[in-house]
């Protein structure tokens, strides 16, 4: 819900958190730092939430003081939607009023870890460009769609164990691979990708047996993050029938460290997702009830390692938008456990790979160069079909409108080290 914590006119006491960067006072995202636990992005620095609760400028209940000590969000994750605008109509207010800049860290000092304990990690498939694009080229003679694509979120139980925050270096991982003529052999991984994807936290989970129905599931995510789904695309066409991707997807996702609230996405909530008039209509544990679309702007950019030690800048490979998808988180969420299947606080359930309908939209190197066979050139005189040790990717996002301030996720990077 949009109220005065959205207010354009807002600013705060702490230099540079009034909306020229990515975390004016508007956005105020969580995340976790090694050493002070819980901390909230403001400008470039980040409230401390143990020291402002030790200095009694900020005081709740005491199951919110307990779950604001951890030094993980689930806690904090598994108190609701009410609590949640409580305590953040609570820092709006503590940044805005006198100035207490002993509950500051600078961001550049922390170090940020995962911001919870992901139980289960769930990946879908649900923008329709990306699925026609894969399904174009490596089923070119019939419908690029599978039937169900339209009628129900597709989606596959990936590996929380493999998701790691933002700066972990990726090493290139082996797989079985199999070439067009003879055996399959083990080898590292030559075709490997990334995938622009966003990944939505789940707050309040759901009770074995119990669904979570559209009329309430935008109330059980907490927040989002940036997601690189990075994939093994040879491994992945050799494995993938009939059970779906393995150990393609397995070895690493990278997320970006400040979880931005669904409450401060409320101005850049949409209707939707939009259907074409020739789609089949939905079944109604699936059709939209509230403003389910969020309205985040992404882009991909790649820097080799040449390109790094010569200090050129980071080229663009990919310019898109979260409002490509054609199924919402709600409707992803309200699909997952339309069987019972009970969520946890701090599960994560990915989008896919987001594409949309231009070519400079493409959410994954497979679709960008079409399987390898238009590669890009990049300004180091070196050309990419997949990517190279050395390669560095990085994700930013944000939000923008006339009406509301801007807001931003930070980035989400990760380099790939050889085999
Ligand atoms: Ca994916």
Redesign the pocket.
Known sequence: MIDHTHDVEATSWVADGSGTNDFPIQNLPWGVCSKHGIVVAIGDQAVVLRSALDQNKLQFADDITLALRASDLNDFMSLGQEIWTLVRHALFELLRGEPVPEILCLQSELRLVMPAKIGDYT?F?AARNHATNVGKMFRPDGDPLMPNYLHLPVGYHGRASSVVITGTEITRPHGQLKPDEGDPIFAPCKLLDY?L?FGAFIGCGNTMGERITMDDAMEHLFGIVILN?W?ARDVQKWEYQPLG?FNA?NFASTISPWIVTIDALAPFRKNGPARLDSDPPLLEYLQPVTEDVLDVNCSVSISSATMRSDDVEATQLTKSSLSNLTWSFAQMLAHHTSTGCPMNSGDLI?S??ISGETKDSRGCLLELTWRGTEPLDLPDGTQRRFLQDGDELTIEAWCESDSATRIGFGSCTGRILPA
């Open positions: 990946d498939y995938e994807e789904d994939s991707p997807k990915g896919g790979t």
